[in-house]
């Protein structure tokens, strides 16, 4: 009996530190996103509109007019965009899948970047760790700051968890066309390559 009760306080010692911790890091990565926001500077996001075909085309037209910056401090509007297919995927440094789907990623552009595709990094992320992480593994398509702010402009893009991955397709006249939460794969590209 006193072995069993034992046993039954351990686990709930182990339950408590194992829930500590996991809000201990929960704050951590709240706390990067804050700062990230705050370094990224603002992002301005039209709400969507009531009605669901207009929501996407409404935000799909307010993203036009937004710009960002680089990691390397220069200011990339997104119309400069205009007139090709492109994928914007927002990602992060500390957020394993996204890191897993940047390879692809990065080959599929380079793969298709004379085909009229363009590729789009929007880094949910603090600037100091998005830089010191393309130091270390550069890309070959363009990546910007949306900081936290991102996450906002992901959900007026259709992202309703706010979860990252999250991947948007713009067709050549700016219009939304595709949206996946979650990871990047293969035959998500290959299924956006045959659209008109």
């Not at 937004?66 to 205009?82: C, K, V």
């Not at 899948?97 to 789009?120: A, G, I, T």
């Not at 595709?178 to 659209?195: E, I, P, S, T």
């Amino acid at each position: 009996m006193k072995r069993r009760n034992m046993l039954y306080g351990g686990a709930a010692v182990a339950a408590g530190l194992a829930g500590a911790g996991l809000a201990w890091w929960t704050e951590r990565l709240r706390g990067e996103q804050r700062r990230a926001s705050a370094a990224a500077g603002p992002v301005t996001v039209v709400a969507p509109a009531a009605a669901p075909g207009d929501a996407d085309q409404e935000a799909a037209a307010a993203f036009w007019l937004l710009s960002f910056q680089t990691p390397d401090g220069q200011t990339l509007p997104m119309s400069s965009f205009r007139g090709k297919r492109l994928l914007v995927n927002f990602w992060a440094t500390w957020c394993p899948p996204c890191v897993d789907e940047l390879p692809l990623l990065d080959y599929f552009y380079q793969e298709n970047r004379d085909r009229n595709w363009q590729l789009l990094g929007l880094a949910v992320d603090q600037p100091g760790a998005v830089r010191d992480w393309l130091k270390n593994r550069p890309l070959n398509y363009p990546v910007a700051l949306a900081g936290e702010s991102g996450i906002a402009l992901a959900r007026s893009l259709g992202n309703v968890a706010g979860g990252l991955p999250f991947s948007v397709l713009f067709d050549p006249l700016g219009a939304l066309q595709q949206r996946k939460a979650g990871q990047v794969l293969a035959q998500d590209l290959a299924a956006w390559m045959r659209l008109e």
